[in-house]
């Protein structure tokens, strides 16, 4: 079955540092790949996503590349903010699947200090 | 345009007590999703109604159950509550036939704690 598997966390960092979220996933054919951001006692928001290889999914300064030779979708930005703060996860939805049935990764838990 | 919202935010219930929470799907969609998230841990997917019919499950067994109805709102029902049900119970709603990487809309959950 489809599965994706997330560095574990926490990460902390200094703010302004550069921050990598690693991501490699399995699936049978190709699927679409995203990237959730949980604030604390909130849901899930979708961060950035991207649908076929090669694909540069952004928002908010961060960037995440579709690599389907390496089965990767990296998260990653330049310059991070206390604000950045939160629970990263990236997720998958099968081709033949519909937007909301997806398989997560474990989560990232994403700590920037001052 | 209206996001998703769900009720109750927060709920303690006895082992062995049935539960249902609730969801409104965000104006224009017609899919909801249900997903279960263990402290710590990623959701995991628990099934999904379309046309007020179940439209595939996740590995969790029958006494999770579910319902949509016409305005594609949903409930979600657990019986014989165990203390590993406790979790945040995450609902989301899409719009079916949009295309794939249409974007899922997730609401703020319900926390759910089995005593």
């Known amino acids: 079955g489809d599965s994706v598997t997330q560095m574990e966390g926490p990460v902390t960092l200094s703010e302004e540092a550069f921050l990598t979220i690693n991501c490699t996933y399995t699936?049978?054919?190709?699927?679409?790949l995203f990237w959730y951001v949980q604030y604390p006692g909130e849901g899930l928001q979708l961060l950035l996503k991207?649908?076929?290889?090669?694909d540069k999914g952004s928002n908010k300064g961060f960037e995440a590349t579709y690599r389907k030779e390496t089965t990767s979708f990296h998260l990653e930005k330049g310059s991070v903010q206390v604000s950045d703060s939160a629970v990263y996860f990236c997720a998958l939805s099968d081709r033949g699947g519909t937007a909301s049935k997806l398989t997560f990764g474990t989560g990232t838990r994403l700590q920037v200090t001052l | 345009e209206t996001g998703v919202t769900q009720s109750p935010t927060h709920l303690i219930k006895t082992r062995g007590q049935q539960v249902t929470l609730r969801c409104s799907s965000q104006s224009g969609h017609n899919t909801v999703s249900w997903y279960q998230q263990a402290l710590g841990q990623g959701p995991q997917f628990i099934f999904q109604y379309y046309r007020e019919e179940e439209n595939g499950r996740g590995n969790f067994p029958p006494r999770f159950s579910g319902l949509q109805f016409p305005n594609y709102s949903s409930e979600l029902n657990v019986n014989a509550l165990e203390l590993d049900d406790s979790a945040l119970y995450l609902c989301a709603s899409s719009l079916y036939g949009a295309g794939q990487g249409t974007e899922a809309f997730f609401g703020q959950g319900t926390r759910l704690t089995v005593v």
């Open positions: 699936a049978t054919g190709y699927p679409s």
């Open positions: 991207a649908t076929k290889a090669d």
